[in-house]
């Protein structure tokens, strides 16, 4: 993994160390965000693969998490990645300050676009205020809390305006679902500079080679039991309650059964603390196996690995990186009947079921999976193969370096 020098105020004598460092690449893009983690690993390696004139640096404020780094095996296009820290101070002048940082850091290393991720994140806000004077061109690649543009007192008059400033003076908007497209749009006034770009994954990872005998053992699963993997943080908008009025359902059908969980329980808040009552009270307890905190991408391969059905009853299906994952791993899925759920699921019974946001529904959609073997491996397979002819992270790396060069260099935008 590459040193993450740390930029902070005053020190010129860096600016000039890496005057002398830079190199005759065609073109450096900055990726300009909150953490390395994740899926943006797999992001940098998918667009330094799709074109080789490209070398990107990363400047996340809050580090790279080095354990996920080494599973991504970036370090192989170490020569083309760099990496710089940003401090973001709490004080007055905290964001001017991070501007000043970001136009250093844009000197500094020949920096012919920026790539801000979150609208409304200090990242963007620090990119707007920096390409007021270094006229830099800018990329927001829009994930999620831009949404909130769309819904009346979600986010104070403060923070609309500064959303507003930051997706206006962007080249280009790339929005992972059709509501931050909505949310672009109408935070603009314009279509011109928006572009829908599905999230994606690597279906290379169900290639590796794991124990599933091992597995069920490290987490305690007897081996002929049925496993429902519910994959989400505990937020209301998840409709973790769904899932687990479902599962009482579920149980009085399919005795032999383990419901896991992944993700922290919650369990300060009242939603987390209401979903523990409830597992007590149905008598669940026994049949859960809950991983209760954040785990890497090899874990999550592993409970892939063993799972025979996702379950998924969001408000927002899409982009929902943990569905495409388990797709990939030949576990088809229940999936609710919201915007773009069709993506997964183009009929029922072809890689799953979907469903409204119902305990009845889930549960009926589950057993039918589960009563038939052959009929769900039928449909682990197909999810599988649409996984990776729809959500292949090789050409999502295409497409956005094709963002990058219709930017610097008035090339064509991707279809």
């Not at 065609?26 to 965000?33: G, N, S």
């Not at 990107?56 to 080494?70: C, F, K, M, S, Y």
């Not at 030949?330 to 979907?354: H, M, Q, R």
Request: aromatic share 10%.
């Amino acid at each position: 993994m590459p040193s993450c020098i740390t930029i902070r105020l005053p020190g010129l004598w860096k600016a000039a160390y890496h005057f002398l460092l830079r190199n005759n690449a065609m073109y450096r893009a900055l990726f300009f965000v909150n953490v390395i983690e994740n899926q943006l690993h797999d992001q940098v390696k998918a667009i330094l693969q799709a074109d080789d004139e490209i070398e990107i640096v990363l400047a996340p404020r809050n580090g790279i998490d080095e354990t996920q780094w080494n599973e991504s095996n970036l370090n192989e296009y170490e020569s083309r990645i760099h990496c710089v820290r940003p401090v973001l101070e709490s004080s007055r002048w905290s964001l001017q300050k991070f501007a000043l940082q970001l136009l250093r850091i844009c000197w500094n290393y020949n920096i012919r676009l920026i790539d801000s991720h979150m609208g409304q994140s200090p990242e963007s806000r620090a990119t707007y205020l920096a390409t007021r004077i270094n006229r830099l061109p800018y990329i927001v690649s829009m994930y999620g809390g831009e949404r909130n543009y769309l819904k009346d007192g979600a986010i104070t008059p403060d923070d609309r305006r500064w959303l507003e400033r930051v997706l206006r003076s962007a080249k280009l908007l790339l929005c992972h679902d059709k509501t931050l497209l909505e949310a672009a749009e109408k935070a603009t006034g314009k279509k011109r500079n928006t572009y829908l770009l599905y999230n994606a994954i690597d279906p290379a990872r169900a290639q590796r080679t794991i124990d599933r005998h091992e597995v069920r053992s490290k987490y305690d699963i007897p081996e002929n039991a049925k496993v429902i993997l519910f994959n989400h943080r505990i937020m209301a908008f998840k409709r973790p309650l769904v899932y687990v009025d479902a599962l009482k359902l579920i149980k009085e059908r399919f005795p032999n059964i383990c419901f896991l969980f992944v993700g922290p329980k919650n369990e300060a808040s009242n939603l987390g603390r209401e979903i523990q009552k409830r597992l007590d009270e149905y008598g669940l307890r026994p049949d859960v196996r809950w991983v209760d905190r954040r785990v890497s991408g090899w874990e999550m391969d592993e409970l892939y690995a063993i799972s025979d059905v996702l379950v998924n009853v969001a408000e927002l299906v899409v982009p929902s990186l943990s569905t495409l994952e388990a797709m990939s791993f030949g576990v088809p899925i229940v999936i609710s009947d919201e915007l773009d759920s069709e993506l997964y699921v183009p009929a029922n019974g072809d890689t799953g079921f979907i469903v409204p946001p119902q305990p009845q529904a889930v549960a009926d959609a589950v057993a039918r999976m589960l009563k038939d073997d052959e009929f769900r491996r039928q449909m682990g397979a197909r999810a599988a193969d649409r996984a990776a002819e729809y959500f292949d992270i090789k050409d999502w790396g295409k497409k956005v370096a094709r963002c990058y060069r219709s930017v610097i260099f008035k090339e064509a935008i991707p279809s």
